[in-house]
């Protein structure tokens, strides 16, 4: 496609159940970010994937939060027994690569607005 | 010390005058710049990239690259209601995978 697409672009579930959120990159970029973004607030880091290996997991909150990339494109975030606090906006970001300069930019996806009730 | 900082804001400009929106980093060895526009309930956008010390001009935007005191900006000139946003500063540091890591942006208002 000609952007990164998620899906779903909105999500409310209630509070102790598992979501899944999608994301497919643009075609041909090796590396895939996931960001959390509460109301107001700035971008949290929750995990890289170069390929399908996450060489840093680093942000995701908590054991409740997992993600996975396969094929080296789309990838899952997945949320289980969610909380209230969880709800946020989620946002998938994709790039070239880690070559350095211009392979670097991140294009982002336009997110799925999770509510945890 | 945060490692990318910016102003939250806002700032607040009339409609043609010069915006300015400055970010600080604290690793000496990063080497890529980039700002970023979010629109409210938007996702954010790419405006600039910059990687060597000087100014990078686009249109009405200029990025200032100031490696030695370690910081960036964003200059936008002739400001528009349409440029009302919250932009983002995102470095690349030098460890590691690059890890890119965004500050918490700067809102702007541009005042008709």
């Known amino acids: 496609g000609a952007g990164v697409s998620q899906s779903p672009s909105n999500k409310v579930t209630e509070k102790g159940k598992d979501v899944e959120l999608r994301c497919d990159p643009i075609?041909?970029?090796?590396?895939l970010y996931w960001y959390r973004q509460s109301l107001g607030q700035g971008l949290e880091f929750l995990i890289y994937f170069q390929g399908n290996s996450a060489p840093d997991k680093s942000g995701l909150p908590s054991d409740r939060f997992s993600a996975e990339r396969t094929g080296g494109s789309v990838s899952t975030l997945t949320i289980q027994r969610t909380q209230q606090e969880d709800s946020a906006v989620y946002l998938c970001?994709?790039?070239?690569?880690?070559?350095?300069?211009?392979?670097?930019?991140?294009?982002f996806g336009p997110g799925t607005r999770l509510l945890v009730l | 010390q945060k490692e990318v900082e910016q102003n939250s804001g806002p700032l607040s400009v009339p409609e043609g005058a010069i915006a300015s929106l400055n970010c600080t980093y604290s690793d000496r060895g990063s080497q890529s710049f980039f700002w970023y526009r979010q629109y409210s309930g938007k996702s954010p956008e790419l405006i600039m990239s910059?990687?060597?010390?000087g100014d990078k001009e686009d249109g009405r935007f200029t990025a200032q690259l100031n490696k030695a005191s370690q910081y960036v900006s964003l200059l936008i000139r002739d400001s528009q209601p349409s440029d009302s946003a919250t932009y983002l500063c995102a470095v690349i540091g030098s460890g590691g995978y690059q890890k890119v890591t965004f500050g918490t942006g700067t809102k702007l208002q541009v005042i008709p």
């Open positions: 910059i990687y060597s010390n």
């Open positions: 075609s041909g970029h090796t590396a």
């Open positions: 970001a994709s790039s070239l690569g880690a070559g350095g300069g211009v392979q670097e930019t991140q294009y």
